[in-house]
């Protein structure tokens, strides 16, 4: 296929939610350059569209796979240079789900491995079927996580797990990536997974999408940033929230004691 083929990226609308599937089942949605290209490019549509997007649900195709890392046959052809590359192409992808004013939640449908969970852990949430399974299984190439596994899944579950799912590759469950806080939540089936995705996002829709868009902006910038940095992001962030018109809305409504009509500006 050619880079950025809209047929690799699916995008469905929702309402005021979008739906991003990853169409690639026969790899198991494996994350060529075209797939991360289109991805990114699928993000950058939805940032375009600005409040009219209040929430995004990522997910795999197929019944398979979220996804299943990077694309190996791709990977084996790559020189250093290249090979770097594709991991700055990657950072980028998730440095546009990250930067989203609304949030995203991953909804792993089977196998998250290697840059498949390194881009659930961009989303904002992971929500899994009980059937999924979660690794970084790259030393077991020769290779190392390249997509922000050193980064966000020590942030998600903490360095010494973080350490060892890295080294030893293995691969866990839903229900120990539920106790390790890197899976949210779990469902049954694919049915209850995206249904729950939508009930979490339509609870957050119905507050001020500012303050969200707020609040993931502070929430992703002071992620692994010292406290002192931290804690002047969240001043900047409290006192962005005082210039909105949602925060004068929704501190009369409750003195008025009446529901609150949010714009989101
Ligand atoms: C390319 C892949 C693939 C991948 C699966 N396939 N994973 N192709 N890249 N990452 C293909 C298989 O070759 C096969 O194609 C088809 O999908 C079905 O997979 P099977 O292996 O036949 O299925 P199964 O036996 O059920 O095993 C499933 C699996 C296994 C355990 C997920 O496929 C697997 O281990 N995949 C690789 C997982 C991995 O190592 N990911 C990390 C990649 S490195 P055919 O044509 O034979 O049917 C990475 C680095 C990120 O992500 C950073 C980069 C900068």
């Keep these: 296929p050619e880079r950025g083929d809209a047929a690799e990226v699916r995008l469905e609308r929702d309402g005021h939610l979008a739906v991003v599937t990853i169409d690639r089942p026969k790899a198991l949605n494996a994350l060529s350059a075209s ?18 997007v209040r929430g995004v649900i990522l997910t795999g195709a197929g019944g398979r796979a979220f996804v299943a890392g990077a694309d190996i046959v791709a990977l084996s052809e790559l020189t250093p240079e290249q ?14 789900i990250e930067s989203l004013a609304a949030p995203v939640i991953a909804c792993v ?3 998250a491995l290697g840059g498949g969970l390194e881009l659930a852990l961009a989303c904002d949430l992971i929500y899994a079927t009980d059937a999924s399974s979660f690794g970084q299984p ?24 973080a350490k060892e799912l890295i080294y030893t590759g293995r691969r866990i469950d839903a229900a120990e990536a539920v106790a390790a806080g890197l899976v949210t939540r779990s469902f049954p089936d694919r049915e209850s997974l995206l249904a729950g995705a939508r009930t979490t996002l ?17 929430l992703v910038a002071a992620s692994g940033t010292p406290t002192e940095t931290a804690t002047q992001l969240e001043v900047r ?21 009446r529901e609150p009509r949010f714009t989101g500006s």
């Design 83 to 96: 090979g770097a590359e594709l991991g700055r192409l990657g950072h980028r992808v998730a440095a546009t």
């Design 138 to 161: 790259e030393v077991k190439l020769g290779l190392v996580p390249g997509f922000g596994g050193t980064v966000r899944l020590p942030r998600a579950v903490g360095l010494a797990r």
């Design 202 to 218: 339509e609870q957050v829709a119905e507050n001020s999408a500012s303050a969200v868009a707020i609040a993931k902006r502070v």
């Design 35 to 52: 797939v991360l290209t289109a991805l990114g490019e699928t993000f950058d549509a939805l940032a375009a569209e600005g409040p009219a």
């Design 109 to 111: 449908d089977g196998f």
């Design 237 to 257: 962030g409290f006192e962005d929230a005082f210039r909105t018109d949602d925060m004068r809305e929704g501190v009369a409504a409750f003195i008025e004691k």
